[in-house]
């Protein structure tokens, strides 16, 4: 029985199982899972095995992970010769992309660090990334990439921002 064509667009639909060797961490995940989470984790794909495969961009000869960080750690930690994985995004190849789909992952889902949420948003913007891309791209409002911008104390972040000139005491004495 063949699937029906509208599955084919769908990167669920080609799970792949490719040596752990050629499946590499991001630098830039900023989710974080406390221990008795991992330890779960782990009894859970030993138990049930891999219920959800590892979301992956395709570069430099081997998968960068996307989606999955943990999973992928554990597969790592329990010696398995294979991970199951789904590429996406077979078009696109820059660095920024695949921060935003991290991050469109993680958001989907749970919580972040705050600070490590605020170097993505740094990067982002050294890239040339406006804050209405990130925003729009990281599922943020306006307001949470100017928190985020603010945290990391940069004055290059905000070079191109309005402010109201400082006042001196005494400004506005009779």
């Keep these: 029985m063949q ?3 509208w599955t084919n667009q769908h990167p669920v639909n080609a ?3 490719v ?3 050629l499946v590499r961490a991001n630098d830039y995940n900023p989710n974080s899972v406390a221990k008795p989470e991992m330890d779960l984790l782990r ?3 030993e138990a049930d095995g891999y219920t959800q495969p590892i979301v992956v961009w395709e570069c430099d000869g081997g998968y ?3 989606d999955g960080f943990h999973r992928h750690l554990v597969g790592k930690e329990m010696g398995l010769s294979h991970l199951p994985v789904v590429v996406v995004n077979r078009e696109s190849t820059d660095r920024n992309d695949r921060i935003a789909s991290t991050i469109r992952h993680n958001r989907a889902r749970g ?3 705050i600070s490590s949420m605020s170097d993505i948003v740094v990067e982002l913007s050294r ?3 406006n804050d209405e891309k990130i925003a729009r791209e990281l599922g943020m409002d306006a307001d949470e990439v100017l928190r985020l911008k603010q945290i990391s104390g940069l004055a290059e972040l905000f070079e191109s921002e309005d ?3 400082a006042w001196e005491p005494g400004d506005n004495e009779a």
Aim: no cysteine; proline share 8%.
């Design 111 to 113: 919580k972040h660090r």
């Design 19 to 21: 040596p752990v060797e």
């Design 43 to 45: 009894r859970s794909i």
């Design 163 to 165: 402010f109201s000139e």
């Design 3 to 5: 699937a029906p064509e």
């Design 127 to 129: 890239r040339n990334w």
């Design 15 to 17: 799970v792949r199982w």
């Design 64 to 66: 960068e992970v996307i």
